[in-house]
């Protein structure tokens, strides 16, 4: 099982018509990466606290509908987080947040995981949030130590950041319980480090997505590996990055899977699957059937 936590939320995303428009998606990096996996047919659950009303009634619709496991999932009576992403020309998208006081920040440690857990996935507003951040960072520590492949993906939201050195300091001290780093340039230039101090601190790899220039990843042993982005039509690049999270550890996770990483492959099936997200509205990642052999 590949757990994934964190952030649950409502994305508005502007219409083309009526003009002006906001239409209600579902959202938040770690839920796309969960939907995501569901999708490719993973045996994934999610772990995050969700609203009990109606918006986080249909958060959670969606991931039943993709087969997640939802056993790990707190509830509360605080509404559901939203977030409003303003689209750039090329697709790409910026974010403001209404996130006082809603539910999925109250996010508590929970006890032991599945013994069937094998990978944990963390990012994005849930480690920036508190108090929900801190008991996200202690899962991260506590199913490191155990020996579960855990991937950090950072999302930076700077909006949310009140204080850039802060998280800077504590996303450094986060990086000797990740066995796999996955960021965006726009990410890589925020926190300002370099990938050979990352690898030394703890992961074993770092994977950087680059837009319209496909992936790459460094790892520990020094090996560089690419993969192109593939061309399509862009409607928007609404958790292109979570289904590249997901792919990721689809592969990585993959059932008798042994032996060193077969990067560009990974790569490659991270990279057209992140393609298809991008080429419909919001968060809508692909099933097996898109991706082909």
């Known amino acids: 099982m590949i757990v994934v936590g964190g952030e649950a939320l409502i ?25 995501a996996l569901g999708r490719l047919g993973a045996d994934v659950a999610f772990c995050s606290r969700v609203s009990t009303d109606g918006l986080g009634e249909s958060l959670l619709a969606g991931l039943r509908a993709a087969g997640v ?17 303003s689209l750039a ?16 920040r109250l996010f508590t440690l929970p006890g032991a995981l599945p013994a069937s857990a094998r990978a944990l996935a963390l990012g994005t ?16 520590r ?70 319209d220039q496909g992936l790459t990843v460094r790892t ?15 409607v928007d690049t609404i958790g292109a990055g979570d289904t590249v999270n997901a792919a990721l550890l689809h592969r990585l996770t993959a059932p008798g899977r042994s032996g060193p990483v077969d990067w560009p492959a990974v790569l490659a099936h991270a990279a057209h699957a992140a393609a298809l997200t991008c080429t419909r509205a919001g968060a809508e990642p692909p099933y097996p059937g898109e991706l082909g052999a």
Request: one cysteine or more; aromatic letters at 6%; hydrophobic letters at 40%.
């Open 11 to 35: 994305d508005l995303v502007p219409v083309a018509q009526p003009p002006g428009a906001l239409l209600p998606r579902p959202g938040g990096g770690p839920y796309n990466t969960a939907l």
């Open 69 to 85: 496991d939802l056993s790990l999932v707190q509830r509360g009576p605080e509404p559901t987080t939203l977030a409003v992403p």
């Open 89 to 104: 020309p090329d697709g790409s998208a910026a974010y403001g947040f209404y996130v006082e006081g809603t539910a999925d």
């Open 125 to 140: 507003c849930s480690l920036a949030l508190e108090p929900g951040a801190s008991a996200y960072e202690a899962l991260l």
């Open 142 to 211: 506590r199913e490191s130590r155990r020996g579960l492949l855990t991937l950090l993906d950072p999302n930076i939201r700077p909006g949310l950041i009140p204080d850039p050195e802060a998280y800077r300091a504590r996303f450094r001290g986060w990086l000797p319980y990740v066995s796999v780093l996955k960021l965006s340039e726009e990410d890589a230039r925020w926190l300002g480090g370099r990938v050979e101090d990352w690898l030394a601190a703890g992961p074993s790899a770092v994977v950087l997505t680059r837009g």
């Open 220 to 234: 520990r042993e020094g090996a560089e590996h690419a993969a192109a982005a593939r061309p399509v039509a862009v």
